[in-house]
């Protein structure tokens, strides 16, 4: 029998599975230790009641004859699609149009998906450190090349680093490559490029042929005005790229799954039109976002949900700024937590894991090592503001004392 020999290449995925070892052991040996998770890359305060009256409405409706609802349209019903192209767009100053706005189950399926498109030679560059989606759909592909364990590094990928030495930016590639993903605000580093500082890649991709694959997930973050909440902001964007969005981390739909991804009708790759084979990937592969999701995701979009779900992005931010400012404090070198739920900080001689032991031993906070990010990623680590107000200022407070 034949299988898809790629998914042997890829290496185990070890970063959360070593963390929850560490810290089953630590428990083990110091049970009367309380042990803060600042770790989290999930939300973690509950739907919102906006939401929850939409939910229960929809419900009430799929048990009536008259208002039941089968299977979804394959590509969202129109009151979604008109409402994202409405709120999301029109209403930033940017042309996209509700029937270029494909609704899906969440942007790690349409992330993953994506490279469906792209012909098994496409070259692809990630930022270095990088949610390990981007690389790892590739890697089943076939498109990674090899990889080499001792480096972290595979023969075809392009990787962009993003260190302190460059602000996070991602600089230029050498080599020119067919799909760019970069996600912005980006996860893990925290940080945001600019609407000046897409806009070199928008000029890049559009001059060399290459698509840009944005991933906008933690939009709802944004405070820096500077920085556009979507890649449609920046001018010359619509011939060159894709954007995926999320209702994961704007409004706590981790557990109930919904997102969409943008494909604009001007983009075309090799003289192919993305947008009519994402439409016919989506229509063959899936069978829509289930009608109550939808109707929960227009609720995000109501006055009351708007209002309920800033008070949530405040209280994350909140958690997020006290870490970063804590951490400052403590001398630690820091970026992120502005535009961001995610602080990412410098560990100085210590390497990214060493950097976990000891802030577990010594202060029993857990974080994720910046190395299970990319090989740029090393002697970094991140905390997130997912966790309570209460444990993040006790976290912190311990970091200051005995970190
Ligand atoms: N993109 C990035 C950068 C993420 O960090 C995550 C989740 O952590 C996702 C996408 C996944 O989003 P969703 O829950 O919509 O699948």
Request: negative net charge.
């Amino acid at each position: 029998m034949k299988i898809n020999e790629n998914y042997q290449k890829l290496p185990g995925s070890y970063l959360f599975s070593t963390i929850s070892k560490k810290v089953k052991a630590f428990q083990k040996e110091h049970p009367e230790k309380e042990i803060i998770r600042l770790g989290i890359g999930d939300v973690t305060l509950p739907i919102v009641p906006a939401v929850i009256k939409a939910l229960h409405q929809a419900v009430d409706e799929m048990g009536n004859a008259s208002t039941f609802h089968g299977y979804a349209p394959d590509l969202g019903y129109p009151f979604l699609r008109e409402t994202i192209a409405r709120e999301d767009y029109e209403k930033r100053g940017c042309d996209v149009k509700a029937d270029e706005i494909f609704i899906s189950d969440g942007a790690k399926s349409d992330c993953g998906n994506i490279q469906e498109l792209f012909g098994p030679e496409a070259r692809i560059a990630v930022c270095d450190p990088v949610y390990p989606v981007y690389v790892d759909s590739n890697v089943m592909a076939g498109r990674a090349g090899e990889y080499d364990p001792s480096s972290g590094i595979w023969s075809k990928v392009i990787y962009l680093p993003c260190t302190r030495e460059n602000r996070f930016v991602p600089g230029l590639p050498k080599e020119t490559p067919d799909m760019i993903y970069l996600c912005n605000p980006s996860n893990p580093t925290g940080t945001a490029m600019t609407g000046k500082q897409l806009k070199v890649w928008v000029d890049y991709a559009n001059e060399h042929d290459a698509v840009i694959l944005y991933d906008a997930a933690y939009e709802a973050y944004i405070s820096d005005r500077e920085v556009p909440h979507s890649i449609y902001e920046v001018e010359g964007a619509k011939t060159c790229a894709i954007e995926f969005r999320s209702f994961s981390k704007n409004a706590g739909f981790t557990g109930m799954r919904l997102g969409f991804t943008v494909v604009p009708k001007e983009l075309s790759f090799g003289g192919a039109s993305l947008h009519d084979m994402w439409a016919r990937r989506h229509g063959t592969k899936y069978n829509g976002a289930p009608y109550i999701q939808q109707k929960a995701g227009m609720a995000v979009y109501s006055q009351e949900g708007r209002r309920e779900l800033a008070e949530q992005v405040a209280y994350y931010m909140r958690n997020a700024r006290t870490i970063a400012q804590g951490l400052e404090e403590a001398g630690y070198e820091v970026a992120g937590g502005v535009n961001s739920p995610y602080v990412w900080l410098h560990t100085g001689k210590l390497t990214s894991w060493e950097f976990f032991d000891r802030l577990l031993e010594n202060a029993q906070v857990v974080g994720t090592p910046g190395s299970g990010f990319g090989p740029s990623g090393e002697h970094y680590f991140r905390l997130t503001g997912f966790g309570t107000y209460e444990n993040t200022v006790k976290a912190i407070e311990r970091i200051k004392t005995y970190g």
